[in-house]
């Protein structure tokens, strides 16, 4: 395929840290069928937790709930869940896809300011119970076309196998084709070749991680220097390695 050069952002050790968007992911996993995204059955839901200390870090929890044929729901509500964790490399519960059990009160008290909110305010988690419950707002529905993207993710990732993960034979990464936009991708590492998070590699193109690809992956062909400054293209306030940029070697002295 043809080449490209990109960065490394990640390198996957577990099965879950290959998922973009872990919380879609389980959801299909779990059962969740295209149908029940496009008759507005799965909820995009969510809940904020209050720094312990003013000013400081609000993280959020997140997360896709399926609700049954027939309940109303609508966004605002607070709604009581059965939760399963997605993911916690961002803390307990951060990602999350669960069945819903009912509706739910709320309290003004339940509620914390917070200036990024569209009423300055949003509603504050509680504790997640040993069996997964737990209490979020609904945002509002989830789009097909996510769906689309994570299923297809999943096709993608049934060709990486359990061994290549834990021989570290595995990197995601990403590069920018032209001002605001960038691609990412996973690549297959040749036996041999070591790398990390931050390296730079000339990669022979396959499927990139974007809706609907499912062709075989990228394969690194080898570690490059880091491009020069004018190889960077700015891409939503950030610098990101253009996917053309020059492939030098590394400087072994």
């Keep these: 395929g043809d080449r490209f050069v990109m960065v490394v952002t990640r390198m996957p050790t577990r099965r879950q840290d290959l998922q973009w968007h872990p919380g879609f992911s389980l959801a299909i996993e779990r059962g969740v069928t295209r149908e029940d995204v496009t008759s507005g059955r799965l909820l995009i839901t969510g809940c904020y937790v209050e ?22 729901v609508k966004e605002g509500d607070i709604v009581e869940i059965a939760a399963e964790e997605a993911d916690g490399a961002e803390g307990a519960f951060s990602r999350y896809f669960g069945r819903y059990l009912g509706g739910s009160a709320a309290a003004e008290t339940d509620y914390f300011p917070y200036k990024y909110a569209t009423d300055g305010r949003e509603f504050r988690c509680g504790a997640v119970a040993p069996d997964g419950a737990m209490r979020v707002e609904v945002y509002g529905t989830a789009a097909f076309w996510d769906y689309d993207l994570s299923a297809a993710e999943a096709a993608r990732n049934r060709q990486i196998t359990d061994a290549e993960l834990q021989a570290g034979r595995i990197a995601m990464g990403e590069c920018s084709p032209g001002v605001d936009s960038w691609v990412r991708w996973k690549v297959r590492i040749p036996a041999g070749l070591a790398l990390k998070v931050g390296d730079y590699i000339q990669v022979a193109a396959g499927s990139r991680e974007a809706p609907r690809s499912v062709g075989p992956l990228s394969t690194v062909l080898r570690r490059v220097a880091k491009p020069p400054k004018e190889d960077f293209i700015l891409t939503l306030g950030s610098m990101t390695v253009s996917c053309g940029a020059r492939a030098a070697a590394l400087d072994t002295e």
């Design 51 to 72: 720094p312990e200390t003013p000013g400081g870090l609000v993280r959020r929890r997140h997360g896709y709930v399926l609700i049954p044929e027939g309940t109303a």
